[in-house]
């Protein structure tokens, strides 16, 4: 009898402490959504809601911190103005008045005439619900005159806050995307496509500076706003390979998987157009073989083998000894000897190679690398680079082991989007150091699953 008493007091105990604990992560006690659309309607008296949500993001006092986001449009004359109002909610209390954040997203004009039209749908006859504004079927062919030819109906409508997105039809059956700013008063710099077979992109990937934009069943690209050369595709995926595209190279494959080989990486310079305005689709490589068609390979090189020793001068002392396809770019020449940049000119390695132990150009890609793989990484430890600079090893098989040094630290190569950094770093920061990474085998192991 005892020891059923002692039982049960223990399961109370438990269930007591579990209850304790749920009520610990349970949210705050709010306000109901209603009290902050009577509150948003009388701070906004000529606006009309179309979607509110809730969402939590950090902390507020302890607790998670809650908004709510309330997206609210006006219909005038000539737009359709967009504002979203947002607020913390721990905070407030029966009876307190909210103060909104606001954000407003681009006008969208109103055809001549059709205001009238607009004002008699309901907010869900003009909008769909996600990111940003987005437009029905219903709705978008009575918006955006000046965005469109007299042929072109509108099959896609987005307004976000800094980017306009639109893509029409003409008649002739074709595709046409345009990307507009507002700068107060009508669209500016306004970006479009060529016409092509086919546009449709993601609304839930596609806002502000960015966008997921399908061509086909097959095939997608990702545009990217950048204010130094405007709107580009870095990023497309082609009949099962996703290639990121880089100033001085393409990554084969998802940029964070990390590889601790370059095997996916192909040097130089793509000169396939693949700016936004001179892209075109219809003629866009199908296969990594075509794309690798339009490489520059102008100044590239890599080690042809291992053991390939780097020089401080020609037939001077050896500064490192490398593994197979450390990449480098030529800058000089001097008889049989190559006067080369490994990494960026800030925090790279220029030394000199003989140019029977290097591949040039497209034999590049034809090069297998041998880098060694390791599997733990002491993180505290700093890569530093012969400029002087240290950089936490912070990323672990992000880092690639290039080379020895003569004192038994690793040549280490760092390739962080465009820059390269090349370090050396001590043996005692990796453990579990192994032979080249398979690829075969990464693949097996995935048909496995």
């Known amino acids: 009898m005892r020891k059923m008493l002692a039982c049960f007091l223990a399961l109370l105990m438990c269930c007591t402490g579990l209850t304790a604990f749920a009520e610990s992560l349970t949210l705050p006690e709010v306000l109901p959504k209603s009290y902050f659309l009577e509150a948003a309607q009388q701070d906004y008296p000529d606006w009309q809601i179309r979607r509110a949500s809730y969402y939590i993001s950090g902390r507020y006092e302890g607790e998670s911190a809650r908004y709510i986001e309330i997206s ?8 359709i103005e967009l504002l979203e109002l947002s607020t913390l909610i721990n905070p407030i209390r029966e009876g307190d008045d909210v103060s909104w954040s606001v954000s407003a997203l681009i006008p969208v004009e109103i055809v001549s005439g059709a205001a009238d039209d607009l004002c008699a749908m309901t907010a869900e006859e003009i909008f769909y619900d996600g990111i940003g504004a987005s437009f029905t079927n219903a ?59 086919h546009l449709n992109f993601l609304p839930a990937h596609s806002y502000d500076g960015e966008m997921e934009l399908w061509l086909s069943e ?31 190279r393409i990554i084969e494959g998802e940029i964070e998987e990390w590889y601790q080989d370059n095997n996916s990486e192909h040097y130089g310079r793509l000169t396939l157009p693949h700016s936004l305005t001179d892209v075109d689709f219809a003629t866009f490589p199908q296969t990594l073989d075509e794309v690798l068609a339009y490489m520059d390979y102008t100044g590239v090189a890599c080690t042809a083998h291992d053991d390939t020793p780097l ?34 000119d800030a925090d790279g390695l220029r030394c000199w190679v003989r140019a029977a132990d290097l591949a040039f150009g497209a034999d590049t890609e034809n090069v297998v690398c041998t880098f060694p793989t390791h599997e733990e990484v002491d993180r505290a430890q700093e890569a530093v680079s012969f400029s002087g600079k240290a950089l936490p090893l912070a ?17 280490m190569m760092f390739a962080d989007n465009e820059e390269i950094f090349v370090g050396t770093a001590p043996a005692s920061a990796f453990s579990g150091i192994g032979e080249t990474e398979d690829d075969d085998d990464w693949d097996d192991e995935d048909d496995d699953w």
């Open 218 to 248: 097959d095939a997608v690209v990702y545009p990217r706003y950048d204010a130094e050369v405007g709107w580009h595709i870095n990023h497309f995926f082609i009949n099962d390979s996703n290639l990121v595209v880089f100033q001085n």
């Open 395 to 411: 990323k672990g098989c992000a880092w690639w082991m290039i080379g020895t040094m003569a004192d038994g630290d690793y040549l």
């Open 311 to 344: 020089y401080a001068a020609p037939d001077g002392g050896v500064l490192a000894y490398c593994y197979t396809r450390v990449p480098m770019v030529v800058i000089s020449e001097s008889g049989d000897w190559r006067e080369v940049q490994l990494g960026g």
């Open 139 to 197: 709705a978008r062919n009575l918006l955006v005159p000046s965005l469109r030819a007299a042929d072109e109906s509108v099959t896609q409508l987005l307004s976000c806050s800094k980017f306009l997105f639109c893509i029409t039809e003409n008649s002739a059956g074709k595709s046409i995307l345009r990307i507009a700013e507002w700068d107060g008063s009508s669209y500016a710099n306004v970006v479009a496509t060529r016409p092509q077979p």
């Open 72 to 79: 609210i449009y006006r219909i005038t004359d000539s737009a």
